[in-house]
Nanobody
Framework: QVQLVESGGGLVQAGGSLRLSCAAS????????MGWFRQAPGKEREFVAA???????YYANSVKGRFTISRDNAKNTLYLQMNSLKPEDTAVYYC?????????????????WGQGTQVTVSS
């Protein structure tokens, strides 16, 4: 069993930056594929970014060039650096882990989820 705890959300003005963290329990973090998703009110959960066990990264077109996903296997922590934030980035952000070592854009591909952290971008 893996437990995921997100932190780092908050209120920021448009154009600002935030860094989200996701602390994972367990000894197998380094072998997991990891992802970030977000869900705005009244919308479905959507893919943001993913990273494989080897560090290969994938991004949604809407965040490409602004967001960076990374992982520190020594600290069992996943990160999402978010720059040039826009009001449409406002959502609850979730990290997710899958036992398969590659990331995926599909929420159903993930085995474990965090509780989410709120990101609000004001205009």
């Amino acid at each position: 069993q893996v437990q995921l705890v997100e932190s780092g959300g908050g209120l920021v003005q448009a154009g600002g930056s935030l860094r989200l963290s996701c602390a994972a329990s367990g000894r197998t973090f380094s072998s997991y594929g990891m992802g970030w998703f977000r869900q705005a009110p009244g919308k479905e959960r959507e893919f943001v970014a993913a990273i494989s066990w080897s560090g290969s990264t994938y991004y949604a077109n809407s965040v490409k060039g602004r967001f960076t996903i990374s992982r520190d296997n020594a600290k069992n922590t996943l990160y999402l650096q978010m720059n040039s934030l826009k009001p449409e980035d406002t959502a609850v952000y979730y990290c997710a882990a899958r036992r398969v070592g590659y990331g995926s854009e599909a929420p159903t591909a993930y085995d474990y989820w965090g509780q989410g952290t709120q990101v609000t971008v004001s205009s």
